[in-house]
């Protein structure tokens, strides 16, 4: 059997540029790991079909038009002519409808294990070409770190990374459709300066601004209602991640790690858990590009040897189907 660590995504800002002709819109984001992960359990079976299940009861696993994993294993089959049957299991910590990334961080790595297990040796610009018809922010979970997208979330420029953030995060029991809140963001007709291109040049994140924001507040009171709460605990930047419902708050590590501020970052997480005791509270860290790509089994040097000899393989005591 093999075992798949799959890491969510913050936004470090978000910005709406326009709508085009095909609907989506046009966005400049700066995309972020974190060490929030699912772990995905993939071991052959003899049927030749994909069979799916999971922990989490929100996901509908038996979806095979809506769920990422199965369009990711379609995708491979069809455009490749390979098959090959197999029991998945995904251990979700990635809270979906959050904004995190999850669905296209799970949809990612089976691309990328699949194109190890046939050994089909995929062209990176026909890869990211593959991965973008899931979903837009699927490619950049084959780079990890911290990477500027723009275009639909497809154009890609991964950045120096950030130093290491500690990052807490706010999860209400609700799921967000990106849809919905799309379909209620209305453009400005204002001109917005960059934010994110400030950034970018100057690292100060407490700039860092996520459009959406106003809609999803909306359309979901509570995520309002955490963000004006985090805001005054703190942190370096409070932000929604994506279309939420997840709200961040980052902190400097050397923050955390000062004496006096490791008191002030614990007093901080249980200011959380105590004002949002119906929410799930996670607390993780960003992770930089190669530690990334280490952390799923994949070599600094790219693609062409994602999942070679570290990705983890153990006996399964789990009977195929």
Not at 25 to 40: A, E, P, V
Not at 101 to 126: C, K, R, T, V
Not at 178 to 193: D, E
Request: with cysteine; hydrophobic share 40%.
């Amino acid at each position: 059997m093999f075992e798949v660590k799959s890491f969510a995504k913050i936004n470090l800002g978000l910005e709406i540029l326009g709508k085009r002709d095909d609907g989506y819109h046009n966005l400049k984001t700066i995309f972020q790991t974190i060490d929030l992960c699912d772990i995905i359990e993939i071991e052959e079976n003899q049927s030749g079909d994909i069979h799916l299940s999971g922990d989490d009861p929100i996901v509908d696993w038996d979806n095979r038009k809506t769920n990422t994993i199965f369009k990711a294993v379609e995708a491979i089959y069809k455009n490749y002519n390979v098959r090959q049957g197999f029991d998945i299991l995904v251990k979700k910590r990635i809270p979906p409808g959050s904004g995190l990334g999850g669905g296209s961080s799970n949809a990612a790595m089976i691309l990328l294990f699949l194109e190890h297990y046939f050994q089909l040796d995929i062209d990176p610009e026909d890869f990211i070409e593959l991965a973008a018809g899931i979903g837009a922010d699927v490619p950049f979970f084959f780079i990890g770190g911290t990477v500027l997208a723009q275009g639909i979330g497809e154009k890609m420029t991964p950045l120096q990374d950030a130093k290491e953030k500690h990052v807490d995060i706010v999860i209400p029991p609700i799921t967000v459709s990106t849809g919905l809140i799309f379909s209620h963001f209305n453009l400005t007709s204002k001109p917005r300066k960059s934010k994110i291109d400030i950034f970018i040049k100057s690292k100060n994140a407490r700039i860092l601004e996520n459009h959406l924001e106003e809609v999803t507040c909306e359309l979901f009171p509570e995520v309002g209602m955490i963000k004006n709460k985090m805001s005054i605990l703190g942190y370096e930047l409070v932000l929604m991640s994506g279309s939420g419902s997840a709200v961040y708050g980052m902190a400097g590590l050397e923050e955390v790690h000062a004496a006096k501020s490791q008191s002030r970052s614990r007093q901080r997480f249980s200011r959380l858990r105590d004002s949002f005791p119906g929410a799930r509270i996670a607390m993780a860290r960003t992770v930089g590009r190669q530690n990334y790509l280490k952390g799923i089994g994949a070599s600094p040097s790219g693609k062409a040897s994602v999942f070679g000899a570290d990705i983890r393989r153990f006996e399964s005591s789990r009977p195929s189907k």
